[in-house]
């Protein structure tokens, strides 16, 4: 092993929902420390879903994250001289971490407005399996079976 394992904190869930990834997802959408801009932008977010999809907004964001979440991935590895691209299974807190970074990502390049507003529409387009953070997760599902063949590279 290189480095030390980082130690895993507990997170402490989001006074709205009682959620964990609520409270996650804002602590990723935070710049500079800034908690309270970031729970008024997700807030926000989750108000504009009610209001447009008449759902509640923890069962959107919960849909459009098991829609987003990645199962499995491509790895480079080398041998002889030669990289592969190996598919390899995520670990689940891995899996959670880049469905919440893609739908940030693909939020904050949305075209729009305010901020709630684009991150309201990438969650319900997320929900309903559209969206640039879908289409991520599905590219990286499409490299993964096309290099099926160096499976047995895994380590």
């Given at each position: 092993?290189?480095?030390?394992?980082?130690?895993?904190?507990?997170?402490?869930?989001?006074?709205?929902?009682?959620?964990?990834?609520?409270?996650?997802?804002?602590?990723?959408?935070?710049?500079?420390?800034?908690?309270?801009?970031?729970?008024?932008?997700?807030?926000?977010?989750?108000?504009?879903?009610?209001?447009?999809?008449?759902?509640?907004?923890i069962d959107v964001f919960e849909q459009a994250l098991r829609n987003?979440?990645?199962?499995?991935?491509?790895?480079?590895?080398?041998?002889?001289?030669?990289?592969?691209?190996?598919?390899?299974?995520?670990?689940?807190?891995?899996?959670?971490?880049?469905?919440?970074?893609?739908?940030?990502?693909?939020?904050?390049?949305?075209?729009?407005?305010?901020?709630?507003?684009?991150?309201?529409?990438?969650?319900?387009?997320?929900?309903?399996?559209?969206?640039?953070?879908?289409?991520?997760?599905?590219?990286?599902?499409?490299?993964?079976?096309?290099?099926?063949?160096?499976?047995?590279?895994?380590?």
């Amino acid at each position: 092993m290189r480095r030390n394992r980082a130690t895993i904190r507990p997170t402490i869930p989001d006074p709205r929902h009682q959620s964990r990834v609520v409270s996650k997802f804002m602590s990723n959408l935070m710049r500079d420390g800034k908690k309270s801009v970031a729970e008024s932008v997700v807030y926000g977010a989750f108000d504009r879903i009610e209001e447009v999809s008449g759902r509640r907004a923890i069962d959107v964001f919960e849909q459009a994250l098991r829609n987003v979440t990645p199962i499995i991935e491509v790895k480079p590895r080398r041998v002889g001289g030669a990289t592969y691209q190996v598919p390899v299974d995520i670990r689940s807190e891995r899996r959670q971490a880049l469905a919440l970074r893609w739908l940030l990502d693909s939020s904050r390049r949305r075209s729009g407005r305010s901020m709630p507003e684009k991150l309201a529409a990438e969650l319900l387009d997320a929900a309903n399996n559209a969206g640039n953070a879908v289409r991520r997760k599905e590219e990286t599902h499409r490299m993964a079976e096309a290099n099926r063949a160096f499976v047995h590279y895994r380590w």
